[in-house]
């Protein structure tokens, strides 16, 4: 049926296209991509041809009227790169103004990095905030930190490998000591975990910037540590007081 596809595509293995990803993007009237370069690597390795249009920051405005209006008689999907349209990519607006104007809108649920990091880190996951990427600027991302510092949650962040180091400094700077995970090259040949202190995996990539893509994930502030039986005495004895 007609309407916007929003499908999840690898990020790294190609195997991990589903099979519903692969048909629906087989049979695709329009398929909207970051940069059809990938895409058309995508497309050759399930042999199918379809036609591509850009869709991304830049052009978006633009070109997202027309790709509203085909969606009333076609196949329109939205791929990114990699992973999942809309996580810290292109595509919110376009499923806000496709259910405006009334078009059916589908998932089609895949990879992730931020939750696959989050399943490589053996952190708590029972609560989780995701950051995308903190800003470049050293005041910016120090400001970005500091509102989240408080949050009960182990946080999951994108980032690049040149700015790996300055990113965990920046971190362990504002969060103090938190157990942390530089996650990499999530599903490809050179995937890796490495855990430690934020200050410990600040140290280990100052002087090494790692290449490929990270997901840094960090766990939640402590515990405040369990009252002693002298302090609830205490505690009790002090509200005991003030009672009438
Ligand atoms: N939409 C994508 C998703 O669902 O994960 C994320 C797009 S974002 C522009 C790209 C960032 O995702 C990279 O800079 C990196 O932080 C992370 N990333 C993507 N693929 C990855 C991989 N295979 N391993 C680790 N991180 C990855």
């Given at each position: 049926t007609p309407g916007l596809y929003i499908v999840a595509t690898p990020i790294g293995n190609l195997?991990?296209?589903?099979p519903r990803a692969s048909a629906l993007l087989a049979r695709a009237d329009v398929i909207a991509v970051e940069d059809s370069r990938v895409t058309a690597g995508l497309l050759r390795h399930i042999g199918v041809k379809r036609p591509m249009t850009p869709y991304h920051d830049h052009n978006a405005e633009r070109v997202r009227p027309a790709l509203i209006s085909r969606m009333a008689h076609e196949i329109v999907v939205l791929v990114s790169?990699?992973?999942?349209?809309?996580?810290?990519?292109?595509g919110y607006k376009l499923v806000r103004d496709a259910r405006a104007a009334g078009h059916a809108v589908t998932t089609i649920p895949g990879p992730c990095a931020a939750i696959a990091a989050l399943t490589l880190a053996?952190?708590?996951?029972?609560r989780f905030f995701f950051l995308g990427f903190l800003p470049a600027k050293a005041q910016a991302r120090a400001q970005a930190i500091a509102e989240v510092a408080t949050i009960r949650a182990t946080l999951v962040l994108y980032e690049s490998g040149p700015r790996l180091a300055a990113t965990l400094g920046a971190l362990a700077e504002g969060l103090g000591e938190r157990e942390a995970a530089v996650t990499r090259e999530?599903?490809?040949?050179?995937e890796e975990c490495v855990t430690g202190t934020l200050a410990t995996l600040a140290e280990r990539y100052a002087d090494a910037p790692p290449k490929g893509e990270i997901v840094i994930v960090v766990g939640p502030p402590g515990e405040a540590p369990p009252a002693t039986q002298a302090d609830a005495d205490a505690a009790l004895t002090e509200a005991l007081t003030r009672l009438p």
């Open positions: 195997g991990d296209l589903s790169d990699a992973g999942t349209p809309l996580i810290s990519d292109p053996g952190l708590p996951t029972d999530i599903t490809k040949k050179f």
